[in-house]
Antibody, heavy 121, light 113 residues
Framework: QVQLQQWGAGLLKPSETLSLTCGDY????????WSWIRQPPGKGLEWIGE???????NYNPSLKSRVTISVDTSKNQFSLKLTSMTAADTAVYYC???????????????WGQGDLVTVSS | DIVMTQSPDSLAVSLGERATINCKSS????????????LAWYQQKAGQPPKLLFY???TRASGIPDRFSVSGSGTDFTLTISSLQAEDVAVYYC?????????FGQGTRLEIK
């Protein structure tokens, strides 16, 4: 069954802002952090950042200046915005549950299905 | 950043044979205060999101077959598949969460010889 469902625009032009949203259907939204992770085509995984129910965030320092992760507790959803997109940001973007003990220091399980985001003029 | 380095980058193993994947962290991911090792392993099949295999270095995730096992401590860890099955073809990743700037290894591609 679907546990995390994600959606958002898949084709962007350079300098535009990426916007993705992920909905939680695991039934445990309030107790955990929720992450965004990306994977350039044919490459490895890069963690982008995470947010909890209260809106506390933890960002990858290398992306922090361009990233905003927000939460909509009424819908059990969390969203990613990444500004000033370039071709280097072309990747499959995944949402995931940060599955530690409810705080920081997390592994990821489950994952959303992934969305390919392409940046091209 | 804690750098995670996996070896080899790729390997080919015959069906039924043992596959071994290594993961090395640039600093220890063991926290002595709680006696926990902050390491996870994932399997990613083609066209799919990663799937959790192990967390806390050696706790098997739900539904993971016991032909998958892990060993190691401190900075050096190993994922072993005791008898390779066709469905194990995938890329395998380790991940540290000792630092809250979570980082992954570069991945090891496992194929059938």
């Amino acid at each position: 069954q679907v546990q995390l469902q994600q959606w958002g625009a898949g084709l962007l032009k350079p300098s535009e802002t990426l916007s993705l949203t992920c909905g939680d259907y695991t039934g445990s939204f309030t107790g955990y952090y929720w992450s965004w992770i990306r994977q350039p085509p044919g490459k490895g995984l890069e963690w982008i950042g995470e947010i909890n129910y209260s809106g506390s965030t933890n960002y990858n320092p290398s992306l922090k200046s361009r990233v905003t992760i927000s939460v909509d507790t009424s819908k059990n959803q969390f969203s990613l915005k990444l500004t000033s997109m370039t071709a280097a940001d072309t990747a499959v973007y995944y949402c995931a549950k940060s599955s530690g003990s409810g705080g920081l220091y997390n592994w990821f399980d489950p994952w959303g299905q992934g969305d390919l985001v392409t940046v091209s003029s | 950043d804690i750098v995670m380095t996996q070896s080899p980058d790729s390997l080919a193993v015959s069906l039924g044979e043992r596959a071994t994947i290594n993961c090395k962290s640039s600093q220890s991911v063991y926290f002595s205060s709680n006696d926990k090792t902050y390491l996870a392993w994932y399997q990613q099949k083609a066209g799919q999101p990663p799937k959790l295999l192990f967390y806390w270095a050696s706790t098997r995730a739900s539904g993971i077959p016991d032909r998958f096992s892990v060993s190691g401590s401190g900075t050096d860890f190993t994922l072993t598949i005791s008898s390779l099955q066709a469905e194990d073809v995938a890329v395998y990743y380790c991940q540290q969460y000792y630092s809250t700037h979570y980082t992954f290894g570069q991945g090891t591609r496992l194929e059938i010889k």
